[in-house]
């Protein structure tokens, strides 16, 4: 079965199908009623590298993250392996007295370091490898001691890489671990179902850690 996925962001479009007659003819078709240019296979788009290659598809942010760092005069810098000191927890005290600046520049360098070290970083879809969706969540427990709340997270991967993901604070708080956990699943699951819609997935495996 023919199959072709337009991508649109403002007024630029991705074009990909598994039959190349298909794109040309959507191509042709655009071009009869649009002023168009095409730029050929793609190889930047929207801040993010793609290189195609014969055993699949590898994506990263090499370019922007390196402009970033020359932005902040940070490209010479020595990179560390961690965004942020062992043991350093960021907190919110609406009372308290304002912050050293410079310490607080010292926290937003060593994240910029980090950011040297992992800008060649990337997700590779391997071509011809499995079409499970796969899902991992996981959760902590109240690490925000000041509002109670925790934080949940999740990753879908397809074919070795990752398609989706997400790491935010739970919108309830929770009186249990059991509580968190489910909470997690139970948002990881809503992501699922929109995946499944959307891709034809029939079905999913699940990881809890």
Not at 61 to 67: C, E, G, I, T
Not at 100 to 127: E, M, N, P, S, W
Request: hydrophobic share 40%; net charge positive.
């Amino acid at each position: 079965m023919k199959m072709i996925i337009v991508s649109l962001y403002i007024d630029d479009l991705i074009v990909s199908s598994n039959d190349e007659q298909t794109i040309i003819e959507f191509r042709n078709s655009m071009k009869n009623e649009f002023d168009m240019t095409n730029l050929g296979r793609m190889r930047y788009f929207l801040g993010i590298e793609v290189l195609q290659k014969s055993d699949g598809i590898f994506i990263n942010q090499n370019k922007y993250a390196s402009d970033v760092l020359k932005h902040f005069g940070m490209d010479k810098s020595n990179f560390v392996q961690v965004p942020l000191a062992p043991g350093f927890k960021f907190s919110k005290d609406e009372d308290g007295v304002k912050v050293d600046k410079t310490y607080y520049k010292q926290v937003v360098k060593r994240a910029l370091r980090y950011l040297k070290g992992t800008t060649k970083f990337g997700i590779f879809y391997k071509k011809g490898g499995e079409d499970e969706l796969v899902a991992y969540t996981d959760s902590d427990y109240v690490e925000d001691t000041k509002d109670r709340k925790s934080t949940s997270g999740y990753v879908f991967l397809l074919s070795s890489g990752a398609i989706s993901w997400s790491s935010k604070k739970q919108p309830v708080v929770s009186l249990s671990t059991i509580e968190v956990e489910f909470v997690a699943t139970t948002l990881c699951a809503f992501q699922a179902v929109w995946l499944q819609r959307v891709m034809g997935v029939k079905t999913i495996k699940y990881n809890f850690l």
